[in-house]
């Protein structure tokens, strides 16, 4: 059981996102056998492993969402994201973590250029202005992120 725990911190460190990254159906077979082992998947980084201004994608824990979730950092705060485009579905970024404009103003739908407010979700310009990406609750305690629901 021990070494499960190791294996699980492991998972956690994201060494291994970018061997899972293009495996979407495997990672969520992964989460979902953790899930009904009873462990707990809501930590899921440090502030500090996202670049300030940066959003980055983890596996979301949530057993019945199979799309990646988007952390975004401003400074000390953090917000999360499903990452799935309201226009078409679409995943926002066509690149490893690369959801931000140059400016690092907005998130970006790389499919058709979309601008989402980092803090709020809200697209406030492109072919689905006014509607918004899907909120994940995060908290953070002692530099930790964790998901809440
Ligand atoms: S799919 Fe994102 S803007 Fe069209």
Same mark, same amino acid.
């Given at each position: 059981?021990?070494?499960?725990?190791?294996?699980?911190?492991?998972?956690?460190?994201?060494?291994?996102?970018?061997?899972?990254?293009?495996?979407?159906?495997?990672?969520?077979?992964?989460?979902?056998?953790?899930?009904?082992?009873?462990?707990?998947?809501?930590?899921?980084?440090?502030?500090?492993?996202?670049?300030? +201004?940066?959003?980055? =994608?983890? $596996?979301?824990?949530? %057993?019945?969402?199979?799309?990646?979730?988007?952390? @975004?950092?401003? /400074?000390?705060?953090?917000?999360?994201?499903?990452?799935?485009?309201?226009?078409?579905?679409?995943?926002?970024?066509?690149?490893?973590?690369?959801?931000?404009?140059?400016?690092?103003?907005?998130?970006?739908?790389?499919?058709?250029?979309?601008?989402?407010?980092?803090?709020? +979700?809200?697209?406030? =310009?492109? $072919?689905?202005?006014? %509607?918004?990406?899907?909120?994940?609750?995060?908290? @953070?305690?002692? /530099?930790?992120?964790?998901?809440?629901?």
């Amino acid at each position: 059981m021990r070494l499960f725990f190791i294996l699980l911190e492991f998972y956690h460190s994201n060494i291994l996102l970018p061997v899972f990254r293009h495996k979407a159906a495997d990672r969520y077979v992964k989460i979902k056998v953790l899930l009904k082992l009873g462990f707990d998947m809501s930590h899921l980084c440090l502030v500090t492993d996202i670049k300030d +201004g940066q959003a980055k =994608a983890f $596996p979301h824990p949530s %057993a019945t969402e199979d799309r990646d979730l988007i952390i @975004v950092r401003r /400074g000390l705060n953090v917000y999360g994201y499903v990452n799935r485009c309201p226009h078409a579905g679409t995943n926002l970024n066509w690149q490893e973590d690369e959801f931000m404009t140059d400016d690092e103003n907005y998130l970006m739908c790389f499919t058709h250029g979309a601008l989402f407010e980092p803090d709020t +979700g809200k697209c406030v =310009a492109g $072919p689905c202005a006014g %509607a918004g990406l899907s909120e994940v609750k995060l908290e @953070v305690e002692n /530099g930790k992120v964790y998901y809440s629901g």
